[in-house]
């Protein structure tokens, strides 16, 4: 998928901080637990196999895998999972839960959306939960065709992430909504986060994700909301592209 190996200089530096510092070991540390507070990883991990319909034989990415709450009930039931993160103390927690459970199919990449040179055979499935919105929209787009050329004709796309539905006019109340409600469910540091969040970040409106995914060629099979603030895609490499 890449040309050269040279990285350009005007290309987008995904290991500059953009929000929370998730290379710092301190957070890694802490981020199984904090977000355990409002999120079940093994059920929602269950769910994302489940929608893409992984089977034994395929193989998985992980783009901004984090911690491996993906990754690590992935690698139970299919033959292969490439786990990429540009957090180096993220990837070295995922390694020490599948250290912890004997498992011996997970490559670990530390590297980006736009950085990840895939060189095995193009996959079944590619999964992002939470960590596009680390990328500005233009590159987002960039990411999502890189995504399409790592899959096999009719590989599925599997995208989680704090997309915005709302009136542009409403971001007032939905924000302070969102940092209250936060609060209220997790306490002041992940309250403290969502701030960072909308101030730092590059969350975006979901006519925007609509057209990226179309020009690049993905056809979107579902599209749903299960959590605040947040959309799910699934999108699939047509077969014979």
Not at 46 to 59: G, W
Not at 62 to 68: A, E
Not at 154 to 173: A, H, N, Q
Not at 213 to 231: D, I, W
Request: some cysteine; proline content about 4%.
């Amino acid at each position: 998928m890449d040309t050269g190996s040279a990285v350009p200089l005007w290309q987008y530096d995904e290991r500059a901080k953009a929000g929370v510092d998730y290379k710092d070991a301190s957070v890694a540390a802490e981020y199984d637990k904090q977000h355990g507070k409002f999120r079940d990883f093994e059920k929602d991990a269950r769910a994302v196999m489940q929608l893409l319909d992984l089977k034994p034989d395929h193989t998985v990415i992980d783009l901004g895998c984090g911690t491996g709450a993906f990754v690590i009930p992935a690698a139970r039931s299919c033959r292969k999972v490439y786990a990429v993160d540009i957090s180096p103390a993220m990837l070295d927690r995922c390694q020490e839960k599948a250290r912890a459970e004997g498992l011996d199919n997970i490559e670990t990449h530390c590297a980006g959306f736009l950085s990840y040179k895939h060189n095995g055979d193009p996959v079944d499935a590619v999964v992002s939960v939470a960590a596009l919105h680390h990328l500005p929209d233009f590159w987002k787009a960039v990411a999502f065709k890189r995504m399409y050329d790592m899959l096999k004709p009719g590989g599925k796309l599997y995208l989680f992430d704090i997309i915005f539905t709302f009136p542009v006019e409403s971001y007032r109340s939905e924000f302070d909504s969102w940092v209250n409600g936060m609060r209220e469910r997790a306490g002041q540091s992940m309250a403290d986060e969502s701030i960072v969040h909308i101030r730092d970040e590059y969350s975006t409106f979901d006519w925007v994700i609509d057209g990226m995914v179309e020009r690049v060629g993905f056809k979107t099979e579902q599209k749903f909301s299960n959590f605040p603030r947040s959309l799910t895609y699934i999108c699939t490499r047509p077969e014979g592209r």
